[in-house]
């Protein structure tokens, strides 16, 4: 019989009630920029899977913080579910695909940043239709972009030892990252500083910088298919 006044340890339900903010936060960030059919509750239903997993497989001895570990756990556990939604149809894919192959192609022929126009007739589409096809694929262009880094990246340090090879990579990394963002317009850098380092919507940095949310999407897919370029020249990224 346990004694007056002490405590056990807690239970996985409060804990998951302790960290649901977390879930809820990386939901909001997702959702965001999916359609308004996707369900919120099911995300965090999802998230929580996520957020059990990062409970499981937390090691305070790694030097992480849980929030930063649980936060890619959640993440990752509602991409898989978005993935298996098959959200985006296989033409809308491909033209993706296409777009980005395109972009990489002309870079290596030009030596330079195609133009908006150069990119449209590669692609075969008159460069305004370009801007709004770069705007309705802006999920998949965002999310095949942070893959792609990802696997640049190498393990996660949390789960893996991360010797001194790995520590290498992830600077040299880190590096072309910050060299291809200085090759970007002033406002493609103020578009992705808002969103990945402050954390706001596209709603919000259109709000901002007094546009539309669809164009917000345009410039943060064209600044992404840049980098995505520059990374694959600098050897990051294979080449599709």
């Avoid at 893996?160 to 992830?170: K, L, Q």
């Avoid at 897919?221 to 990224?237: S, Y």
């Amino acid at each position: 019989m346990a004694c007056p006044g002490v405590q056990g340890p807690p239970s996985a339900d409060e804990r998951v009630t302790r960290y649901m903010g977390l879930v809820r936060a990386v939901v909001q960030r997702l959702a965001a920029n999916l359609p308004p059919h996707v369900s919120r509750e099911d995300l965090e239903g999802y998230g929580v899977v996520g957020l059990l997993e990062a409970l499981q497989r937390y090691d305070p001895s790694q030097g992480v913080r849980f929030e930063t570990f649980a936060w890619h756990r959640i993440r990752g556990a509602i991409l898989d579910h978005l993935r298996s939604l098959d959200l985006a149809a296989r033409s809308d894919r491909k033209t993706a695909r296409r777009i980005e192959r395109a972009h990489e192609r002309l870079a290596a022929q030009l030596g330079r940043e195609p133009s908006r126009e150069e990119l449209a007739a590669e692609v075969g589409l008159e460069p305004e239709v370009l801007d709004a096809e770069l705007a309705r694929l802006h999920t998949l262009v965002v999310t095949s972009f942070e893959e792609l880094v990802a696997r640049a990246a190498g393990p996660e340090p949390a789960t893996d030892s991360g010797g001194p090879e790995e520590a290498a990579e992830r600077g040299e990394l880190l590096e072309a990252l910050r060299r291809g963002l200085q090759r970007l317009s002033e406002r493609e850098r103020l578009v992705l500083g808002l969103y990945y380092y402050e954390g706001l919507t596209l709603a919000e940095i259109g709000a901002i910088l007094d546009l539309t949310e669809s164009r917000v999407c345009q410039i943060q897919a064209t600044a992404l298919l840049r980098l995505r370029t520059f990374l694959a020249q600098q050897g990051f990224v294979a080449r599709p």
